[in-house]
């Protein structure tokens, strides 16, 4: 959590913006993060980043364009330099909330949050941060969301439960909400509505400000069409991949290794459920799209496995947590990086 001073000083941030500008991570976390901020000050612009593993400087063009007064970062583990420096030559506040482990060093002009850093050191998702900040019950949904998402669970459930009982099950595993429960649903729909069209995303924002609770997206209608269309078509190419990866799983031992191809980039939620699915097997997922393969792993101590994996590869990048890393490397190496794997495991 956040401290009492840190809350306020946040809220006064929020409090002298005139015309925020809100970057946050290209997941439910950080466009929950988002909402909630915005929902409470009502004001400012929502900026999906979808630059990885770190906020380039090209979002700056967005401050300008904007003409932002003030910069609101939620849920980046990473911002360039650059992004930084221009902020700090056009005095531009910058108000930066994150929960991840630290990085970098920050810049001593950023107004830096993250519970990583107080006394009691403390990781939840940055949304939960967010419903601290505004405290408004109307979003109590939305922290909801968001912590299912970052796979924590909010001890707001059992409030939310007594509001929407048909919405939620009976667990303390957000896995099994994320799977199994109508408010999960959600979830999984504002994830792939992030990954829609720019243009698409846009007026997803410009919906979502307008929402109430998490029936305006459940029931469909006309202002929340593009939505559920979007979420029918990926909904369908994820369980047709992800059943692919299960009769793989029948034939393979400690390692489940999948390759597809593709324009959409889904291997972070089919590592995630079929880690949910065979909790003891180590998972490597990856997107082959012409010379370069994007991967994402999960298991056990898999951080360490993939970074040994990874000698002797050339070009090859990972990072992540202990139990869950993303990363890229050249397709030719595909094999190579298989067979090592293997060994490994
Ligand atoms: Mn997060």
Redesign the pocket.
């Known amino acids: 959590m956040l401290t009492k001073i840190q809350v306020s000083q946040i809220k006064e941030h929020l409090d002298k913006a005139q015309n925020p500008v809100f970057f946050f991570?290209n997941?439910a976390?950080?466009l929950c993060?988002f909402l909630i901020l915005r929902k409470f000050c009502e004001k400012g612009k929502g900026v999906q980043v979808k630059s990885y593993p770190s906020m380039n400087k090209d979002y700056f063009r967005k401050v300008e364009e904007l003409k932002a007064d003030y910069i609101f970062i939620v849920?980046k583990p990473l911002v360039e330099k650059d992004f930084f420096d221009e902020a700090e030559k056009t005095n531009i506040p910058v108000v930066w909330i994150d929960?991840?482990e630290i990085q970098i060093e920050i810049p001593s002009f950023v107004h830096y949050y993250n519970p990583v850093l107080n006394k009691t050191k403390t990781h939840e998702?940055?949304?939960h941060l967010c419903y601290q900040i505004s405290g408004r019950k109307e979003d109590l949904w939305l922290d909801i969301v968001?912590c299912t998402?970052?796979k924590f669970f909010s001890e707001n459930y059992s409030e939310f439960k007594k509001l929407f009982p048909e919405l939620v099950i009976d667990t303390e595993e957000p896995f099994d909400i994320l799977y199994k429960s109508q408010i999960g649903k959600v979830v999984r729909m504002l994830g792939f509505a992030l990954k829609d069209t720019t243009s698409n995303v846009v007026n997803m924002l410009k919906f979502m400000i307008k929402t109430k609770g998490p029936y305006d997206i459940l029931e469909e209608k006309s202002e929340n069409k593009a939505i559920h269309k979007r979420f029918s078509q990926m909904d369908k190419r994820y369980t047709k991949l992800l059943d692919k990866a299960k009769a793989v799983e029948k034939k393979s031992g400690k390692l489940l290794f999948f390759q597809y191809s593709g324009d959409m980039s889904i291997s972070s939620e089919l590592s995630n459920e079929l880690c949910y699915t065979f909790p003891e097997k180590i998972m490597l997922i990856a997107r082959v799209t012409g010379p370069t393969a994007t991967f994402s792993a999960r298991g056990k101590g898999v951080r360490e496995i993939i970074a040994k994996a990874f000698e002797n590869i050339p070009d090859s990048r990972s990072g992540g947590h202990e139990d869950a890393v993303g990363g890229k490397m050249k397709s030719e190496d595909l094999d190579k990086f298989r067979e090592r794997l293997e060994k490994l495991i």
Request: no cysteine.
């Open positions: 991570d997941d976390d950080g993060s849920d929960h991840h998702p940055v949304t968001g998402s970052d």
